[in-house]
């Protein structure tokens, strides 16, 4: 489950702040609602450096994997932080998962910064990882410069004659 965009676990647009570990980044994200666990940035805070590094590298694709993540973050929050992780199961109809249409927020977000929407096909070629972290992006108010920035990686800058977005 990781991200042809994100190979070393970030994203090429995500701020500084994301790659110190200062804030989650995407790619975290994406493992934790997989582990159907949400974090609060508190308990991201009471972690070292380099539990939060490992975090990042830990893989988190099969359902062995998944647990073993699981269990590894709650010990670490645990061992820091007087509040443990919430419990956040997934429902089945997460819309990074649906393929037959775009994220409302998507459609929402690219609609606000007038871009232009690719064809349902090119959300259906990204990675899960990937469509997670736009369906993220899409839903944040604070992230709207990021938003634009993954529609040009994943998708091209928008032109009819940039490769990506147009069927």
Known sequence: MSSAYATDGFYPFEGPEATSLELIPLSIRHKLDCAEIKLHLPQWHSLGHGERAQLLRAPCGTAAEIDAYRELLNKMVDRHHAVPPTSHPLTGDEPWLTLSCWPQVVVDQCARQQLPLPAVGHWQRLGEADRHALFVLGRSKHS?????????????????????MAD
């Not at 709207?144 to 490769?163: H, V």
């Open 144 to 164: 709207q410069a990021d938003f634009k920035a993954a529609m040009r990686l994943f998708f091209g800058s928008g032109s009819g004659d940039q490769p990506g």
